[in-house]
């Protein structure tokens, strides 16, 4: 029976004069767990049955009239939009950015006046070729959108997670999207590179050879959003109060340094938790534990333009910092998850021509192509040219304009004037221009023949993927190898792994030659055949995740497996360890309600051993008794919990009782400097302190044969 039995009290006698906010007002009655709302059509008209649709009988059809019934079929019907054409995938979250210093010599940006300045935002990150379904962990480029809500409008920066970019020139952005994303004939593989289409096309696109190396880098598979870098890849401009224009690199820095997970990891966390990074994230700023990023800017001017070895308009090129330093200019605090997922982080509609007084553009041709194709996109993917109001893309400033009507246009201008000029006079007459402070766009001098044509300074293609190689530690390096080998593994046709190789000749010949063997090739391949010679660049250490890792080991999480009759002391003692640095602790137990300890401490569990396999941990420590121990010796997913964490280079905590456990999942022979055994609780804070180096790198090697 419906609760169409509960009384329900008007809270007001009439609603005519309160503004509507759905979900908000409105007559309560009394339920078991307090008042509640009283369910209401679209139409605002009391709901007295939502169990049962109208019937003519007690068995007839159902009536066409019941208009109830209608509209909740209706809306439901038409509850998704088209997911993005790219960055599908993607988790939002609200914060601010803080201003250290104010920045009038460079801007007259709003935002970068005053020191202190807090200017809220909302992220988006994302990967970009899978589907909205797909698994967090894919090998691929993340997306790292932001949306500044400043006091002279909204600010869009749309960037990645990688300083570089794939093509130079937007015109082949569909081409590469449709390469990289499932084959058209078959429908897969989803949110993968490795497959024929992608390769063919890159092999076939020598300009993608820098994007390549980074694709194949640890960077695609960064351990959470928290832990990566961001860039706005293009060259913008600065433009200060004088109309002196800067050219700018933006880039993001973590506070908690970067990280990424191992690609063996990467695949099984896909299947243990598709929902890895988006977790991680919610749980983080659930918890408090608000991410953070620091803005940094790469400065420079004509001159630098001029004299750097590569074109600053060339989206597949880099400044390394060691030759222009990164400014660090004010930091970005996620704090507050969003109300409503669809509301918030599908609806935001980010497009990099959203730029305000104190910024501007330059020629590079991929943002030229993105400033029409991001506005484009939001029209189809929203329906209609009045999504500026959504509440996620509306600017926390007044609007006003004469642009009116067109679908779902919630406020239209008031008054006779919607056009310009007018003679209405005064307020009557509408908004006017400003032209000490609107936006005016930077008068660079253009000139020239319309061509269709690259530039002779995109040429070199090969000089910045090497560096970037040779700045990466040899593990790293190897990563690299691997990652080619295992994605041109999956392409069916030798032609297509072969042509790759070719390319990685001109990168770097032991590289070349490494993944020519893990694939077997017959024979070598002559390089490519290249517009410009590689040249060799000095290696870049900010290039490296490795060599700027953390110093700590905070916001990292260990998995404690643990047993009935568990050390009690042990157990205290890791988890006082852990949380001192900052870190989380999880307690993975044979049954998610908890072990009793050695004293009858009741410990409760955060996990049952199925269902948290070491991949989604930082770090591992194995604390049973010796019963615990005979009973998991003889769980597979127990000894996959140990073996995993061995094979992926991740410290290692255990009591001697769990030794028949190690054994059991055959590392008790080959432990080495990753293992700390537990015996007190300066044990336990050694272990914490090993973890900051993240992974005991020197046993991977000793894992990987193949
Ligand atoms: Fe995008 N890109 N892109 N892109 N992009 C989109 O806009 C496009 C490029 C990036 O979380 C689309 O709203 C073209 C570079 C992010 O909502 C679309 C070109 C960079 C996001 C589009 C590029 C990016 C997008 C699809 C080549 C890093 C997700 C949905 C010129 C600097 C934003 C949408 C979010 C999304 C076009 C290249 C970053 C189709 C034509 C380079 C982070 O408009």
Same mark, same amino acid.
């Given at each position: ?28 009655? =009394?339920?078991? @767990? ?9 139409? @605002? ?32 019907? #038409? ?7 790219? #960055? ?6 609200? @914060? ?95 949110? =993968? ?102 803005? @940094? ?47 918030? *982080? ?41 999504? *500026? ?19 779902? &246009? ?17 307020? &009557? ?278």
């Amino acid at each position: 029976m419906p609760d169409n039995r509960l009384t329900s009290s008007r809270e007001t006698a009439r609603f005519a004069d309160q503004e509507v906010i759905r979900g908000e007002g409105g007559e309560t009655h =009394q339920v078991a @767990g307090g008042d509640v709302p009283v369910l209401t059509t679209q139409q @605002g008209v009391p709901v007295a049955d939502d169990q049962n649709s109208l019937k003519v009988g007690y068995r007839g059809p159902t009536a066409l009239e019941d208009f109830h019934f209608r509209e909740k079929i209706f809306h439901f019907d #038409h509850e998704r939009i088209p997911e993005r054409v790219v #960055h599908a995938r993607g988790f939002g979250a609200h @914060g601010y950015f803080e201003t250290y210093e104010p920045l009038s010599d460079l801007t007259r940006a709003d935002l970068f006046q005053r020191a202190g300045e807090k200017t809220p935002v909302f992220v988006r990150f994302s990967t970009v070729a899978g589907n909205k379904g797909s698994a967090d962990l894919a090998r691929d480029v993340r997306g790292f959108a932001v949306k500044f809500y400043t006091q002279e409008g909204n600010w869009d920066l749309v960037g990645n997670n990688i300083p570089v970019f794939f093509i130079q020139d937007a015109i082949k952005f569909p081409d590469l999207i449709h390469a990289a994303k499932q084959e058209p004939d078959r429908g897969f593989p989803q949110a =993968q590179t490795a497959h024929d289409n992608f390769w063919d096309f890159i092999s076939l696109s020598p300009e993608a050879a820098h994007m390549a190396l980074w694709i194949m880098s640890d960077r695609t598979i960064p351990r959470s959003f928290r832990f990566m870098e961001g860039f706005g890849v293009h060259t913008f401009r600065l433009v200060n109060a004088e109309g002196k224009s800067t050219f700018v690199k933006f880039h993001w820095k973590p506070k908690l340094g970067m990280q990424s997970v191992v690609w063996n990891e990467a695949l099984k966390i896909n299947g243990a938790d598709p929902d890895f990074h988006r977790r991680d994230l919610w749980n983080a700023i659930q918890a408090g534990d608000f991410p953070e990023w620091e803005l @940094g800017l790469q400065v420079f001017d004509q001159d630098f333009a001029e004299k750097f070895d590569f074109d600053v308009l060339d989206a597949t090129k880099i400044i390394p910092e060691e030759i222009l330093p990164v400014r660090r200019i004010g930091r970005l605090v996620l704090d507050r998850c969003v109300d409503n997922f669809f509301a918030e *982080t599908e609806q935001v509609a980010f497009c990099t021509q959203n730029i305000v007084p104190g910024i501007d553009f330059t020629n590079d041709p991929l943002l030229q192509g993105r400033n029409f194709s991001y506005l484009d996109t939001q029209l189809k993917r929203l329906g209609g040219p009045n999504f *500026t109001y959504l509440p996620i893309n509306a600017p926390k400033r007044p609007v006003h304009h004469f642009q009116q009507d067109g679908h779902m &246009a919630m406020v239209n201008p008031k008054g006779r004037a919607n056009y310009e000029p007018n003679s209405w006079g005064g307020a &009557a007459g509408g908004p006017r221009e400003a032209p000490d402070i609107g936006f005016r766009s930077f008068p660079a001098e253009e000139q020239g023949a319309k061509l269709r044509i690259r530039a002779e300074s995109f040429a070199d293609h090969y000089s910045q993927a090497r560096q970037f190689y040779l700045s990466q530690t040899p593990v790293e390096q190897t990563h690299i190898a691997d990652a080619f080998t295992f994605e041109l593994s999956k392409v069916k046709t030798p032609a297509i792994r072969a042509r790759m190789v070719s390319h990685l000749m001109n990168v770097d010949k032991g590289l070349a030659d490494k993944v020519a063997t893990g694939l077997r090739l017959e024979e070598m391949p002559k390089p490519a055949d290249a517009a410009r010679p590689t040249r060799d660049l000095p290696p870049s250490p900010a290039l490296s995740i490795l060599l700027n890792g953390p110093e700590s080991f905070k916001g990292r999480k260990v998995g404690v497996l643990v047993s009935d009759g568990v050390d009690i002391g042990l157990v205290k003692a890791l988890k006082e360890a852990i949380t001192a640095e900052g870190a989380m602790l999880e307690f993975v137990a044979p049954r998610v309600g908890g072990v009793k300890a050695s004293d009858g401490t009741f410990i409760e569990g955060d996990e049952k051993i199925n269902g948290a396999p070491s991949v989604v941990y930082d770090a591992v420590a194995v604390l049973l008794s010796d019963d615990g121990a005979k009973l998991l010796s003889k769980e597979a997913t127990a000894r996959d919990f140990v073996t995993d964490a061995f094979a992926h280079a991740k410290f290692i905590a255990y009591n001697k009782e769990s030794m028949p456990l190690l054994e059991k999942a055959c590392v008790a022979a080959d432990m080495d400097g990753g293992f700390t055994e537990l015996k007190g609780p300066s044990d336990a804070k050694n272990f914490v302190q090993s973890c900051r180096k993240l992974r005991f790198w020197e046993r991977e090697p000793k894992v990987k044969q193949v």
